[in-house]
């Protein structure tokens, strides 16, 4: 990839996801959009609903408003998912943060033994916040009223889209005030460079320290882990894993100390990870 080309010139796919839930691992995606945009056009355009391995809660509809019954008859993510890896190959993909999307797609590319495409992403998220400073926050809906962008169904994903182009689009005329964009230049505004690399689960399952806790997550199995940090920082305990999240700013483990009454749900930075020591049968 050729980061001195003009932002033009770079094949774009801008990607959303709605998902069952929060976090790869335990959570699945439930429909997937993009849009192709190259030489300042839509050229191509991608969107499936997929019916997650178990069903949503009234929570998670309730944000998306893809019900149970939307789904029943859709794909299965492994029906799908090697389609929309050679949709997103040789392009630049682009959503509104990033690292979400990117988690949840690195997780099913490497599951179904696709591999990672190579190369760099965009966050829309993260440009707004370098770019557009008179917005109270850079939530997607809050920069689709302040830039007055037609809202189409706000987290259905084709239309969110459209969106995310919109502000990308912003984003690029107010770069290009002061140069010529290209997209060394907007990765260097961006700040992180979103390698799809950097969201590889493959990263800690090749390692014999992590390996055992990415089964055990994949499993939804307790796993016995001494963390460095907290409370008990140096004391093995026994906790129940729910998901591993690569993050730009630190990578870490959602899960929950099985001793203790209401299991919520704590992060646990994975560089403070001592030892994982036993899992359980």
Known sequence: ?????????????????????????????????????????????????????????????GIHNITNEMVENSPAISDVIENFWNFCKNSVCVAHHAPFDL??????????????????????????????????????????QFLKIEPGAAHRALDDTKSCLAVLQECIRRASLNTEVTLESLLKIQGPFLKWS?????????QDVFSQLVMATEAQTP???????????GKPRWIHP????????????????????????????????????????
Not at 223 to 233: D, F, H, I, L, N
Request: hydrophobic letters at 40%.
């Open 1 to 61: 990839m050729n980061l001195s080309q003009t932002i033009d010139q770079c094949s774009l796919v801008v990607l959303d996801l709605e998902t069952s839930g929060k976090f790869p691992v335990e959570s699945d995606i439930c429909e997937i959009a993009a849009v192709k945009y190259l030489n300042g056009q839509v050229i191509d355009t991608y969107q499936t609903l997929v019916k997650p391995r178990e069903p949503m809660s009234d929570f998670v509809i």
């Open 103 to 144: 988690g949840f797609l690195s997780y099913d590319f490497e599951r179904f033994n696709l591999g990672l495409p190579s190369g760099v992403n965009l966050c829309t998220s993260l440009l707004a916040r370098a770019l557009i400073s008179e917005t109270a926050n850079h939530r997607l809906q809050t920069l689709v």
């Open 198 to 206: 950097d969201f590889s689960m493959n990263y800690y399952r090749q």
């Open 223 to 233: 796993v016995m882990m001494t963390y460095g940090g907290g409370s008990k920082a």
């Open 242 to 281: 729910i998901s591993i999240v690569r993050n730009p700013e630190g990578d870490f483990l959602v899960a929950f100390d099985t001793k203790e009454t209401n299991k919520r749900p704590k992060r646990y930075y994975m560089n403070k990870v001592l030892a994982i020591e036993e899992v359980s049968s």
